[in-house]
């Protein structure tokens, strides 16, 4: 299958540093890419990684390793309003291919 | 650009009824995509469209549901004799290109409940 895997929830302090975690199979691998969903609204996007090394953005960061088929997302100087779902999902094989989901790793950040 | 929008954002109706939402995607986006997603899941792809061209369906999608894009641009999703499993958001995204590096853009998506 094209599991993709990612720890079901976390919770960290605010102004702290998160590592979100993300591994699926490597057959196939054509790009990753990490959402974030706050409760009832849609997912938007954070970040794409499809060549190994870390992406940075502000306060967030994105790791790629294709031959460990691992990606974390990382996210510096917590704030309250990063509370939200982070959806890791992957693209296979071709553009041709929908984005493959994983369940998504909800995050709760508290004072 | 003012985004993805998709209609109604809520919906409820009762076992075995037909229910039709709409997505009106990002203008120039010539590629559509549903999804489900329920409670403390990611989305699961049903279905997309390339202009009006349906090029591929999920094989856990079930012949009460169709969907179509008819001028490649707004689509619709019908569900006939809906079920209680039915119950999820429904979300529809859009793309410009086939890339694999495109990403998608979603919308607020639409609520489902089959009571």
């Known amino acids: 299958g094209q599991n993709i895997d990612q720890p079901t929830e976390m919770t960290a302090t605010e102004g702290a540093i998160v590592q979100i975690n993300c591994t699926y199979q490597?057959?196939?691998?054509?790009?990753l890419f990490w959402y974030q969903q706050h409760a009832g609204e849609a997912p938007t996007f954070l970040s794409y990684?499809?060549?190994?090394g870390l992406e940075e953005k502000g306060r967030f960061s994105s790791f790629l390793s294709r031959s460990k088929g691992y990606s974390y997302l990382l996210l510096k100087e917590l704030q309250m309003k990063d509370s939200a779902s982070y959806l890791c999902?992957?693209?296979?094989?071709?553009?041709?291919?929908?984005?493959?989901f994983g369940k998504g790793t909800r995050l709760s950040v508290i004072a | 650009d003012t985004g993805v929008s998709q209609n109604p954002r809520h919906k409820i109706t009762k076992r075995g009824q037909n229910v039709t939402f709409r997505c009106d995607p990002i203008?120039?986006?010539?590629?559509l995509y549903w999804y489900r997603q329920t409670l403390g899941q990611g989305p699961e792809f049903l279905t997309y469209?390339?202009?009006?061209?349906?090029?591929?369906k999920s094989r856990l999608l079930s012949d009460r549901f169709s969907a179509e894009r008819p001028k490649g641009s707004f689509s619709t999703l019908e569900i006939q004799r809906t079920e209680q499993g039915d119950s999820a958001m429904y979300l529809c995204?859009?793309?410009?290109?086939?890339?694999?590096?495109?990403?998608?853009?979603f919308g607020s998506g639409t609520q489902l409940s089959v009571l």
């Open positions: 995204a859009s793309s410009r290109v086939q890339a694999a590096s495109e990403k998608l853009f």
């Open positions: 490597t057959s196939g691998f054509n790009g």
């Open positions: 990684n499809v060549l190994d």
């Open positions: 999902a992957v693209r296979f094989y071709s553009g041709n291919t929908p984005l493959v």
């Open positions: 203008s120039e986006h010539n590629r």
């Open positions: 469209f390339q202009n009006e061209a349906q090029l591929e």
